[in-house]
């Protein structure tokens, strides 16, 4: 089974703002995943075209199942309020994360990370030389439980904070909320913690190390597969997508 999660930058280039969901299907179909997990996915936003991130993916996939889920709703630059259940199937203004599978999925779960930080922090968005102070987010994480060919696991998709502490925090939060769902358990996504915190915070095992941040220099890795069980894995090398500033992390188990 190969797993996958990528922090999109929805749809976008760090020099280009156009999205093309031509572009984003052929990327996302290069990675060859049967789960995959993505970050940062627009659902009905202007600057994405209105597109339906989520399901050009579950297409490319080969028409996966798939759910999204919004963080916020809004435009994430200037003005949004953050998502609640009763958006899950919201069409216009989304953004959050999105889990997709080609297995059967037995049930979904949703957790929302709150608080997020309630004070502006420092950072340097893609492209940019000068850093801008901006307002933390609301994250959440969603969970499948999927029936995989080696049997029944839950597998889950997130998105922590970039704020040091908070994301910490949520990544204990996500993982107590996991380990009460039917096991194993796998959690993939932009942690944005280094492998050595995530390793000590969570305990859990990580099934590959790979700088994929940013993508024209990979420096340090942000993106996580890791499990609560010790399985027999390999990265799998796949080409650079033409879109994001992450790498995606691509493991076979």
């Known amino acids: 089974m190969r797993l996958a999660t990528w922090n999109i930058l929805h749809g976008r280039t760090p020099a280009d703002a156009a999205v093309d969901g031509d572009r984003f299907a052929r990327a996302v179909a290069a990675l060859g995943a049967d789960v995959l997990a ?43 309020r953050p998502a609640g259940d009763g958006d899950l199937d919201a069409t216009a203004d989304g953004y959050g994360c999105a889990l997709l599978s080609r297995h059967p999925v037995l049930r979904w779960h949703v957790l929302r990370l709150e608080p997020s930080a309630r004070f502006r922090a420092p950072l340097r968005e893609p492209g940019a030389h000068e850093v801008t102070w901006i307002r933390d987010e609301p994250r959440v994480a969603i969970a499948a439980t999927v029936r995989t060919p080696t049997g029944d696991r839950t597998i889950a998709a997130t998105h922590l904070s970039f704020v040091p502490g908070v994301n910490v925090r949520q990544l204990k939060r996500t993982l107590r909320w996991l380990e009460a769902l039917p096991g194993p358990r796998v959690l993939m996504g932009d942690l944005n913690l280094p492998g050595a915190v995530v390793r000590r915070v969570g305990g859990w095992h990580s099934l590959a190390r790979q700088r994929t941040f940013p993508a ?8 996580h597969v890791l499990s609560d069980e010790r399985l027999p894995a390999r990265r799998i090398r796949v080409p650079r997508p033409p879109l994001s500033d992450h790498l995606p992390l691509v493991v076979e188990v």
């Open 216 to 223: 024209d220099r990979p420096m340090v890795q942000l993106d």
């Open 38 to 80: 993505l970050q940062e996915v627009d659902r009905g936003q202007p600057r994405s075209g209105m597109l339906d991130l989520t399901a050009i993916a579950a297409e490319a996939m080969g028409g996966a199942a798939s759910r999204f889920a919004p963080a916020l709703i809004g435009e994430p630059a200037r003005q949004w």
